[in-house]
């Protein structure tokens, strides 16, 4: 079992910045992809970035130049900056990890973290 606590999230004005973080515990396999998604009102869940336990990573276009992901394998901790935030960034932020084992892949979920950009 492996829980994932985020925080980070609150209320800025449009172009301000905010830094997420999402702490893992438990049985964490040491090959793991871990990345946030984001739960707007009336849209689909969708990817904003992903990183493997290499540091390879993965965004979203529209947060491309703005976004960045990085993370602490010793700590098992993701981090997203979020910079030059717009309204359309609002939306529940939701970490992610999934095992990679020869067997399969299994995927574990954090409580989300609201993340509001005012105009």
């Known amino acids: 079992q492996v829980q994932l606590v985020e925080s980070g999230g609150g209320l800025v004005q449009a172009g301000g910045s905010l830094r997420l973080s999402c702490a893992a515990s438990?049985?964490?396999?040491?090959?793991?992809?871990m990345g946030w998604y984001r739960h707007a009102p009336g849209k689909q869940r969708e990817l904003v970035a992903t990183?493997?336990?290499?540091?390879?990573?993965n965004y979203a276009q529209s947060v491309k130049g703005r976004f960045t992901i990085s993370r602490d394998n010793a700590k098992n901790t993701v981090y997203l900056q979020m910079n030059s935030l717009k309204p359309d960034d609002t939306a529940v932020y939701s970490c992610?990890?999934?095992?990679?084992?020869?067997?399969?892949?299994?995927?574990?979920w954090g409580q989300g973290t609201q993340v509001t950009v005012s105009s």
């Open positions: 990183i493997t336990s290499d540091g390879n990573t």
């Open positions: 992610n990890l999934r095992k990679i084992m020869a067997w399969g892949d299994y995927d574990y």
């Open positions: 438990g049985s964490i396999f040491s090959i793991n992809v």
